[in-house]
């Protein structure tokens, strides 16, 4: 057998560490690892939140979209019912920066205009002797910035006597890209009066019925089964059939995002049922009914806390089929009318095949709404993910 | 099973009663009444036994009487399948619905279909190959679909049937054999103008079902007896079929319930801008003019429809999970 023993007799040098000793090394976190278990919970689901790229950038688009109604007026060249007879069912022009091989400053080529005598189809043609120099940060159509102060500021102008349909126009020759940039005002503002209004009553009733059960949560879920038997778009279409003619254009808008509303909120407030029904037996309520706490303090003050961010997630789900149903409604006429102008409204315009074989263009208002939905459903789903951020 | 069926369709009654109350509702919610518009057309047109043909009519459906009078004799008209007069056909509302509800049927049943065989392969292939280039790029595509207006896209897809392979605009099939007896050449006409509405329709249901199959799937893949089938040597194939996947078509089945309002809902705008001869012109058509009748009808007929496939839904998943018949029957 070898010895093991260590041989002491080698005149090692003794080593004594002069910092002080700290009986908790193992459990010092490390800065990166304090910031993260001190963050509190809405910092905790941003940081989350952040790593789902997709829905931060369909969070920035949104913001911007929304940014946008807000100056409508000053972003679109021309005012939303400014006419150019000259120019009815023009097709997009397009923005140029080469003219002879030269580089100049963007434009636009002029219209030569004749109509066909033999179908009738009007035939633009772009005129390459016509350069029309796009005019930026400039004064051009007048109108009423929200309907109250006065201007002509407009970010892009045509060129002075000239045109600039970026989109094309419509029958009346119109500029799309205008009524487009108009028509978001109302389309985004639907989806969200009609989610405010679903959400109240989503959380409410569901409240109600998951807070105190027996009876009432019956007769809501009875309520639940029963408008969700109704398919959404008739009963819509019922609803805002019978909202009186003789409503002025704003209050059939009230009167529309009202009835969107009125039938979204059933999911929200199962969402909100289930939640309740589950967080109901947790300790910390115990402990709030046991000091008194009345129900509306214990579902507000207690309760709901622990999962408004998932119902802020539901409910930015729950907007892209409000303006899915806004722009179906208008499409039918059973919606918005006109002077009131939505992406739907638009879109009215394109209703016979003959728009898609001759003015395709007329359907541009369909892009923007299929990126809002879009972008709503990826946000949504970042914050849906977000939302949990314990997981 | 026979028990927790008495118990089903006990519970579609409430729901029924309810159904029937919202849509008297809208019936009466128009304002002005329809009879003095009725009085003021036909004075219009010189007829003189107006105020007889009125007479009759109020009696008929008691319109002199209190709301929940006219309510009731609504209902029980309706239970003996007289759903009252059609004022702008001029018929009963019965046969101006029947045909078209029947169609109606054909359109929402093959959609699910379609939406099935579609939803199936992608939603599996979209689970077992999580976060590849597929699994991103056919998620995308499903969002597109749910995305984009479905009228929109049915337009454009009839202008392309009509460019590419000559389909005729417009209705369920050639103008020829309209209202010609069933042939074969009747069948493929409408075989080949059912597949536009079809795709449409089904393009935004598709979405949903294919996220919903692949989160499940996901789920169940994750579980320990996958994990123990694959390290015993199950094949990867057998070790997908053979339980996950059966377990994660639950939604397959109970999505009934809520793809029927989605795709009906989808059926009525498209078949407006395809003018099908099913339910969406005719209750358009009735909103616009005012006909409440038949579209109180018609929206009765199609919460009903709804009422029955949820029903036959829960039917079909009771048979096959039994955990959902214990469940139901214990509760109650």
Redesign the interface.
């Known amino acids: 057998m070898t010895d093991t023993t260590p041989n002491t007799s080698g005149n090692i040098p003794r080593y004594v560490n002069e910092e002080p000793w700290d009986a908790n090394a193992v459990e010092v976190l490390t800065p990166a690892q304090e910031k993260f278990y001190l963050a509190n919970q809405w910092t905790l689901m941003w940081w989350k939140f952040r790593r789902h790229k997709l829905a931060v950038w369909s969070g920035v688009l949104l913001i911007m979209t929304f940014g946008s109604i807000l100056i409508s007026e000053i972003l679109a060249p021309y005012n939303l019912h400014s006419r150019n007879t000259d120019f009815l069912y023009a097709p997009p022009q397009m923005v140029r920066i080469f003219h002879e091989g030269e580089l100049v400053r963007p434009f636009v080529y002029g219209f030569d205009y004749r109509l066909d005598m033999e179908t009738l189809e009007r035939v633009y043609t772009a005129n390459k002797e016509q350069v029309q120099p796009i005019r930026f940060f400039c004064l051009g159509d007048d109108y009423e910035f929200w309907g109250m102060i006065e201007g002509s500021f407009h970010i892009i102008c045509p060129a002075e006597d000239g045109t600039l349909f970026l989109l094309g126009t419509d029958r009346l020759g119109r500029d799309m890209l205008s009524r487009i940039l108009y028509g978001a005002r109302i389309s985004l503002t639907v989806g969200l009066i009609g989610i405010a209004i679903s959400f109240l009553l989503g959380v409410i009733l569901g409240g109600l019925s998951g807070y105190y059960g027996g009876w009432i949560d019956s007769a809501v879920q009875?309520?639940i089964?029963?408008i969700?038997?109704?398919?959404?778009?008739?009963?819509w279409?019922?609803?805002s059939?019978?909202l009186?003619v003789?409503w002025s254009p704003i209050w059939v808008y009230f009167g529309i995002t009202i009835i969107l509303g009125l039938f979204d909120w059933t999911g929200l407030a199962r969402a909100v049922r289930s939640k309740l029904l589950a967080l109901r037996e947790e300790d910390f309520a115990t402990a709030a009914v046991l000091m008194g706490a009345k129900p509306k303090r214990v579902i507000f003050r207690h309760l709901m806390p622990s999962f408004t961010s998932h119902l802020i997630a539901s409910a930015t789900l729950s907007i892209?089929s409000m303006i899915?149903g806004e722009?179906?409604l208008s499409?039918?006429?059973?919606g918005l009318r006109p002077p009131i102008t939505s992406w739907g409204v638009l879109?009215n315009e394109?209703?016979?095949?003959n728009?898609?074989?001759l003015y395709p263009w007329l359907?541009l208002p369909?892009v923007p709404?299929?990126i809002v939905?879009?972008a709503f459903?990826?946000l949504g789903d970042g914050l849906r993910d977000a939302a949990d951020p314990y997981k | 099973m026979i028990g927790y069926l008495a118990h089903r369709i006990m519970l579609m009654v409430p729901t029924l009663i309810g159904i029937s109350l919202i849509t008297f509702i809208i019936i009466q919610l128009p304002p002005g009444d329809f009879l003095s518009t009725m009085i003021a057309e036909c004075e219009a047109q010189g007829e003189s036994s107006c105020k007889e043909q009125v007479a009759v009519l109020t009696e008929e459906f008691g319109l002199d009487k209190p709301v929940w009078q006219q309510y009731l004799i609504w209902v029980s008209d309706l239970l003996q399948g007289n759903m009252g007069i059609s004022f702008e056909y001029n018929k009963p509302v019965a046969e101006v619905i029947g045909e078209s509800l029947y169609l109606t049927i054909i359109v929402a049943g093959s959609t699910i279909i379609f939406t099935w065989i579609v939803a199936f392969p992608i939603g599996v292939y979209s689970a077992t190959h999580q976060y590849s280039w597929g699994d991103h790029g056919l998620t995308l595509l499903g969002f597109l679909g749910l995305a984009t207006p479905n009228f929109l896209l049915a337009l454009v897809m009839l202008f392309l049937a009509n460019v590419w392979f000559g389909t005729s605009i417009g209705g369920l099939m050639d103008p020829q054999y309209v209202d010609q007896p069933w042939t074969w050449g009747k069948f493929v006409s409408i075989l080949e103008h059912l597949w536009i509405p079809v795709v449409v329709i089904g393009t935004s249901g598709t979405a949903g079902l294919i996220r919903r199959l692949r989160a499940n799937l996901l789920d169940e893949l994750q579980k320990q007896y996958v994990v123990t089938a694959r390290a015993k040597g199950l094949s990867p194939g057998k070790a997908l079929v053979k339980y996950p996947l059966r377990m994660a078509l639950n939604p397959f089945i109970a999505d009934i319930g809520n793809l029927l309002p989605q795709v009906i809902s989808g059926a009525v705008i498209v078949s407006v801008v395809l003018s099908l001869p099913t339910t969406g012109p005719i209750l358009l058509r009735a909103l616009q003019t005012q006909d409440m009748f038949l579209a109180g009808s018609f929206l009765m007929c199609l919460a009903f429809l709804t009422v029955i496939g949820v029903l036959i839904s829960d039917l079909l998943l009771a048979v096959l999970d039994p955990r959902i018949r214990l469940a139901g029957g214990a509760g109650h």
């Open positions: 009875r309520l089964e029963i969700r038997s109704f398919p959404e778009l008739p009963l279409m019922a609803l059939a019978s009186p003789t892209p899915l722009t179906a499409f039918l006429g059973l879109l394109a209703q016979n095949i728009v898609v074989a359907m369909v709404v299929i939905v879009l459903n990826f």
